[in-house]
């Protein structure tokens, strides 16, 4: 019997970051995978070690965790069906709780159908690679979500990929696709790391031009976008049938987990038997499944939320700029705050700890080297003098890194 034998530059690399992190820890640069012991209001929490803190790197956009509504409804199903299901969905797991939450997905999205999954990550997984086959292209924006790139490289097509947002790109690589093959565009509504949109409407333009079908990522776009939250064709004026695949999570504005797909009936009863990773994987447990449902009837009840959160966002990058910080083209909740170098975001990041705001440092290799960033996320239940605090803490640790310039 053989043993696998590791490659020994394969522990050499292992052993680099490995020392890397060593470091960050021993110089109180490593703030990753804290815990929360507490969530408390107006988007702030309770962290292990560093007390209370504002919340400025979380996904609760319309800070809707711990909504009163949302949480007794999943008390509710707790009460009724338990804890979990009786295995995976195809068998003996789907609860008319599922069914329900589809179809308030499909109602919400303005789609025929909708299909839940385990998580945001395996939905886009199980997606791409059930739809593809030799001798189709997929063709994914260059910034998209890794999600997305796994499943481009799991499915047996083609796999290309396009500049980010660069649409002459995007025609060159339809022009060059398998002319007997499917084609299939993807790419995030609002990009997880820069927070700027997707050209929808020139991007739906050339998918109806070479024939291409088209799936958007609206994971972080539901709730954040569009004068009602409902997303990147609100957003862009357009309409509700201008993406063919709309992919979503449970886990960022809707305060669940998972993900969703809504689209024509056909797309949703075809990824029921041949997406592997909704037929391998659990179903949602009832209490989120239900929370899942209620969120979505908050946010259409509750407009107010969308309109605090853009109102937030727009000011806290209206600040940021000003004092000089490049923030990219982000129009959304995700505030790129660039520092360039890894170990300027690092002591911007630690800046910022050590003064109450809970926020990330994005270093090389999840970004291009040179444009390290502090990876802010606005909440609407942020206060106007917290987001006002946070602005004045950055501002002041970039000027004393020299990140921006200093007032003359």
């Given amino acids: 019997m053989s043993t696998m034998k590791i490659p020994l530059a394969t522990i050499e690399e292992v052993w680099d970051v490995e020392q890397s992190f060593d470091a960050y820890e021993q110089s109180g640069h490593y703030f990753y995978l804290k815990a929360t012991e507490e969530l408390l209001p107006n988007g702030r929490v309770r962290v292990k070690g560093h007390g209370e803190m504002i919340m400025l790197g979380g996904y609760s956009y319309l800070g809707l965790i711990q909504h009163p509504k949302i949480d007794a409804a999943a008390q509710a199903a707790i009460a009724k069906y338990g804890t979990g299901t009786y295995g995976v969905r195809l068998l003996a797991g789907t609860l008319d709780l599922h ?193 899942a449902m209620t969120a979505f009837d908050v946010i259409e009840e509750e407009p107010e939320r969308i309109a605090a959160l853009q109102r937030n966002y727009l000011h806290f990058a209206a600040r940021l700029r000003e004092a000089g910080f490049d923030l990219l083209q982000t129009k959304t909740a995700i505030m790129p705050v660039l520092c360039g170098e890894s170990d300027a975001a690092l002591k911007l990041a630690k800046y910022c700890h050590d003064r109450g705001i809970f926020v990330q440092a994005i270093i090389a290799p999840v970004v291009p080297a040179g444009s390290a960033r502090l990876r802010a996320c606005v909440c609407a239940t942020h206060t106007m003098e917290d987001i006002n605090y946070c602005a004045d803490v950055m501002i002041e640790g970039g000027r004393l890194l020299g990140i921006v310039p200093n007032l003359t």
């Fill in 99 to 291: 069914v329900q939450l589809e179809e308030r997905i499909a109602a919400f999205k303005q789609t025929e159908a909708a299909l839940t999954m385990s998580s945001g990550y395996v939905t886009n997984l199980a997606t791409i690679s059930a739809l593809l086959r030799r001798g189709d292209t997929v063709i994914s924006d260059k910034l998209n979500h890794a999600s997305i790139v796994d499943g481009c490289q799991l499915a047996m097509a083609e796999f290309v990929r396009f500049k980010h947002n660069d649409m002459d790109h995007l025609e060159y690589r339809l022009k060059r696709a398998n002319k007997n093959g499917r084609k299939l565009v993807v790419a995030d509504a609002v990009f997880s790391m820069d927070g700027d949109l997707i050209d929808l409407p020139a991007v739906s333009e050339l998918c109806r031009k070479y024939d291409a079908y088209l799936m958007i990522d609206e994971a972080h776009s539901l709730g954040v976008v569009g004068k009602t939250g409902h997303g990147i064709e609100e957003h862009f004026g357009m309409p509700f049938n201008t993406v063919d695949i709309k992919m979503g999570t449970l886990s960022k504005s809707i305060p669940s987990v998972g993900g969703y797909i809504a689209g024509e009936a056909d797309l949703i009863r075809y990824l029921k038997h041949l997406a592997r990773g909704f037929i391998f994987s659990a179903a949602l447990p009832p209490a989120q499944a239900a929370a």
